[in-house]
Antibody, heavy 119, light 109 residues
Framework: EVQLVESGGGLVKPGGSLRLSCAAS????????MNWVRQAPGKGLEWVSL????????DYADSVRGRFTISRDNARNSLYLQMNSLRADDTALYYC????????????WGQGTTVTVSS | EIVLTQSPGTLSLSPGERATLSCRAS???????LAWYQQKPGQAPRLLIY???SRATGIPDRFSGSGSGTDFTLTISRLEPEDFAVYYC??????????FGQGTKLEIK
């Protein structure tokens, strides 16, 4: 069974840092482009970041560019999101999601990890 | 940045009725890069449509996608009780490479 499991969320003070992880199983992780997508409480989906299979290309939403860094370790089947200079509006449920190898769409999602930024 | 605007914000219909959801882009989007998702409360999103009109694996044929350029549509031909949810369109393009629409809530009338 293909599975993505996020971890690393929690409560952090404004200006603090957090590192999210996404563990992949049941798939050849190293062949897939991966995304982070977030959802603030009661709000819609917001794309955060993307990384290609071999990490050659990375991109970020303007709202997190310069503060967040996406990375991956294909040997460990893991995706990461380093989040620095956190703000209250970064509070959200963070999902990792796989881009299909056959088409442009996110066909596998994790259940998410919650990040709360509050003093 | 390509902005996706979905309408209506909320759609109130009854089971058995037809639902038509709109997604309008601020710039032209390649059909290959337009997808639709369904999200139910407490669940992760689920891919419904990719390439503007192709159904993802396991998606019933009452769901269909159409459109091109800047105007795209998701149609649910005959609503089932389990279809009441929030729907999002999403596109891949130039940096930032991905954006979502703000969503349409489909609620039971």
């Amino acid at each position: 069974e293909v599975q993505l499991v996020e971890s690393g969320g929690g409560l952090v003070k404004p200006g603090g840092s957090l590192r999210l992880s996404c563990a992949a199983s049941g798939l050849t992780f190293s062949t897939y482009t991966m995304n982070w997508v977030r959802q603030a409480p009661g709000k819609g989906l917001e794309w955060v970041s993307l990384i290609t299979s071999s990490s050659t290309y990375k991109d970020y939403a303007d709202s997190v560019r310069g503060r967040f860094t996406i990375s991956r370790d294909n040997a460990r089947n893991s995706l990461y999101l380093q989040m620095n200079s956190l703000r209250a509006d970064d509070t959200a449920l963070y999902y990792c999601a796989r881009v299909s190898s056959a088409f442009y769409g996110m066909d596998v999602w994790g259940q998410g990890t919650t990040v709360t930024v509050s003093s | 940045e390509i902005v996706l605007t979905q309408s209506p914000g909320t759609l109130s219909l009854s089971p058995g009725e037809r639902a038509t959801l709109s997604c309008r882009a601020s710039q032209s989007v390649s059909n290959s890069y337009l997808a639709w998702y369904q999200q139910k409360p407490g669940q992760a999103p689920r891919l419904l449509i990719y390439g503007a009109s192709s159904r993802a694996t396991g998606i019933p044929d009452r769901f269909s996608g159409s459109g091109s350029g800047t105007d795209f549509t998701l149609t649910i031909s005959r609503l089932e009780p389990e279809d009441f949810a929030v729907y999002y369109c999403q596109q891949y393009g130039d940096s930032p490479v991905c954006t979502f629409g703000q969503g349409t809530k489909l609620e039971i009338k």
